[in-house]
């Protein structure tokens, strides 16, 4: 009897020792798995009966530092936001160039007011308008270039975001499967490391996108949630986000108005309150939305914000000069003179004059053709005076026509002849008169200075909305996205003569226009000299005063100062979440040295073991032989 307890004993060393140098095998070839934790095989004493009788597998087991494996899933979510911070600011950092950088807008705006300034020295010189309006239409494409793509990594970050969602979905039901498969294995006394390590690795995948909490249960199962305390995985039963992403971005697409949220559970029409849009606020996935929402929309309104100065300074300027097209004829098909870039919905509403405007028509050589006219200072309304510049240029033998098209003022001239606007303004103001009008439907009427100004008559730039179809300008039309759209008014393109150089002069009935007048070109050289006011931009820089090519340096040392703060937080971040790693590898990682010499003991007490064997079946041989 002692003799089979003896060998039970033998047989029970033989079949532990064989399964602890399995373990010790699987632990070597895993030695350069990323993510495989070490795995521990734990033996103990088999007794029978208040007997020993051999030993026995208690578990097989991973040692890892379970705080530790918390601190890294976290660190992991903080390094994810700060990758993904980095690269779009770096990406919109590179749009700018840098500060020394001829491809910087500051540089383009300054290239402008050079070739500005060059006409204004030499008004008479055609070569020094024609690179004038090249410089103008480089600017504008400068700017169009810019907002364009910011939309288009708003576009970009859009898209992350829906493949970010299908991975986070992919990898809670990894999570489920592998909770139902630990419960089972559990359940049945087998091991289940290896189905964990699995399990950290999509816990990892889903922690590099956002923020969770979790916890494991009796069962061994693990239950994640949200930050705000969302369930996400609860055993086997996981929950699922859904996304619809915006295939193609403008600056008008802003959540949650025309951006979809991140539902949770929506279904097919996602109430409100499962949006956790708002909820997610770092890990790649709150990058993502921040940039998209945040950060590039913060780029469009200070590019937005640059554009309209520049176009609304420039063209109150530019309305003063006397350059404006020749006719080409009056007929329906024939091009506008002048076509206003403001919309007058309401032509009957109060208008008033705060000076007297002069209306005089000039012939190729710059000389009234017929003596002027002028409407008077004080209350009037738009259709009003439509009429009298519409008698004015109808006046025998016929020198136009001007009326209403799309709500915008359209004056058509005979060929060979120019219409140019003097306003009679106080010297504070430049000559400009005082415009009110109500021109936003407020209720509120607005000033606004220059009356070829106000109606856009002879804008150098144009801005068109986004939507609306109106050309958006100072209290008309969405100002949203128009640095995307800044144009130089085509018949200045097809014709640099028509750049603004000079002004009406002379004293009525007897006003000229010279071919050698300056004053408005150097007027709107000085205009990129002059300091104007900019407000303030959420998550932007602050109020200023400034000049164009100063709030384009602004805009380029704000960027540059945050990405490199993003680039720093990187760099830290990293370094952090490495040396992390690093002390769960020592502590969760295989060691080899340590392999091979678990590997000696238990292949020697396999060894010792077979032996026993052995020595009782040689005893066993003898009492058969007697």
């Known amino acids: 009897m002692s003799l089979n307890v003896a060998l039970f004993n033998a047989l029970s060393g033989l079949q532990v020792n064989q399964t602890a140098l399995q373990v010790t095998s699987n632990n070597v070839a895993n030695v350069n798995t990323p993510d495989y934790a070490r795995k521990i095989h734990d033996q103990q004493n088999r007794v029978l009966g208040g007997v020993g009788a051999g030993v026995e597998t208690a578990q097989i087991v991973r040692r890892i530092d379970q705080f530790l494996r918390r601190d890294l899933m976290k660190e992991t979510t903080v390094l994810g936001n700060t990758q993904t911070r980095a690269d779009y600011l770096n990406r919109m950092q590179s749009m700018f160039g840098s500060l020394g950088n001829n491809n910087a807008l500051g540089n383009s705006i300054s290239d402008l007011a050079v070739a500005i300034e060059n006409v204004a020295n030499s008004p008479e010189v055609a070569a020094h308008r024609f690179d004038a309006v090249n410089e103008a239409v480089e600017m504008a494409q400068y700017f169009n270039d810019m907002g364009t793509q910011v939309q288009q990594y708003r576009t970009q970050a859009d898209a992350e975001i829906s493949a970010a969602v299908t991975t986070i979905n992919t990898e809670l039901q990894v999570v489920s499967d592998l909770n139902a498969q630990i419960a089972n294995n559990l359940l049945q006394g087998r091991p289940v490391g290896d189905l964990q390590d699995r399990r950290d690795v999509a816990v990892k995948t889903i922690s590099e996108y956002m923020d969770l909490q979790e916890f494991t249960d009796s069962y061994g199962q693990i239950r994640l949630f949200t930050a705000a305390g969302r369930s996400l995985v609860s055993g086997t039963t996981v929950s699922t986000l859904s996304f619809t992403e915006t295939p193609y971005m403008t600056a008008n697409e802003t959540y949650p108005a025309t951006i979809s949220g991140i539902y949770l559970n929506g279904g097919a029409v996602p109430p409100p309150s499962s949006d956790i849009t708002g909820e997610v606020t770092t890990g790649k996935l709150g990058a993502l939305i921040e940039m998209r929402d945040r950060a590039l929309p913060a780029m469009t309104e200070q590019l937005d914000q640059l554009a309209a100065q520049l176009r609304d300074e420039v063209n109150r300027v530019h309305n003063r000069g006397a350059n404006t097209p020749f006719g080409l004829g009056t007929a329906a098909g024939d091009a506008a003179a002048m076509y206003g870039s403001r919309s007058i919905t309401t032509p009957g509403d109060p208008l008033t004059l705060g000076s007297d405007v002069t209306f005089a028509i000039l012939d190729a050589s710059g000389n009234a053709v017929i003596a002027p006219m002028t409407i008077a200072a004080g209350a009037t309304t738009p259709a009003a005076i439509l009429a009298a510049i519409d008698g004015h240029l109808t006046t025998a033998p016929g020198y136009g026509t001007a009326a209403w098209n799309n709500s915008r003022m359209e004056i058509k001239l005979e060929p060979g002849y120019r219409l140019a606007i003097l306003d009679n303004g106080p010297a504070a103001d430049l000559g400009d008169a005082t415009i009110t009008f109500d021109a936003d439907g407020d209720t509120v009427s607005e000033n606004y200075l220059g009356f070829s100004n ?119 971040q990293t370094f952090f979440f490495q040396d992390l790693q690093a002390k769960f590898q020592s502590e969760a990682g295989v060691n080899l040295d340590e392999e091979l010499a678990n590997m000696t003991i238990f292949l020697n007490a396999y060894n010792a073991s077979a032996r026993l064997v052995q020595a009782v079946d040689e005893m066993l041989e003898t009492l058969l032989n007697l």
């Open 454 to 572: 106000f109606f856009g008559l002879n804008d150098m730039f144009e801005t068109p909305a986004l939507a609306g179809g109106v050309l958006a300008m100072e209290n008309q039309g969405s100002g949203v996205g128009i640095s995307s759209t800044m144009q130089v008014r085509q018949s200045i393109i097809d014709d640099p003569s028509y750049l603004s150089r000079g002004m009406l002069r002379g004293t009525p009935p007897t006003l000229t226009l010279g071919v050698g007048d300056n004053e408005i070109a150097q007027q709107l050289a000085n205009a990129f000299g002059e300091n104007f006011s900019y407000n303030s931009v959420a998550a932007g820089p602050s109020a200023t005063s400034t000049t164009f090519s100063g709030y384009a340096g602004v805009i380029l040392s704000f960027n540059a100062s945050i990405t490199s703060a993003a680039d720093d937080a990187q760099e830290f």
